[in-house]
């Protein structure tokens, strides 16, 4: 059974930091890009950051560009989310996903709220 569980989400003032995990299990991690997405209340599910499977590059929205920093730890089957700079915008539900192209597995989120 493919399972992804996120953490790391909270409260933090704006200009924090936060840093999110996802926990992944019940398929070959390293075979797998992964993504993060979030969804603002009101909003459409946008896409955040894409890790490939194969040399750990990853790409970014533009509107976390330079401030959001993915990375994966195959050995933990695990990826990360680094957000820096964190502005009220950024305030969303936070989840993982297998595959960044429709993806078919999500994990259940993770809420992160900016205050200004």
């Known amino acids: 059974e493919v399972q992804l569980v996120e953490s790391g989400g909270g409260l933090v003032q704006a200009g924090g930091s936060l840093r999110l995990s996802c926990a992944a299990s019940?398929?070959?991690?390293?075979?797998?890009?992964i993504g993060w997405f979030r969804q603002a209340p009101g909003k459409e599910r946008e896409g955040v950051s894409c890790?490939?499977?194969?040399?750990?590059?990853?790409v970014y929205g533009d509107s976390v560009k330079g401030r959001f920093t993915m990375s994966r730890d195959n050995a933990k089957n695990t990826v990360y989310l680094q957000m820096n700079s964190l502005k009220p915008e950024d305030t969303a539900v936070y989840y993982c996903?297998?595959?960044?192209?429709?993806?078919?597995?999500w994990g259940q989120g993770t809420q992160v709220t900016v205050s200004s």
């Open positions: 890790i490939s499977s194969s040399d750990g590059n990853a």
């Open positions: 019940g398929f070959t991690f390293d075979d797998y890009a």
């Open positions: 996903a297998v595959e960044c192209e429709a993806p078919d597995y």
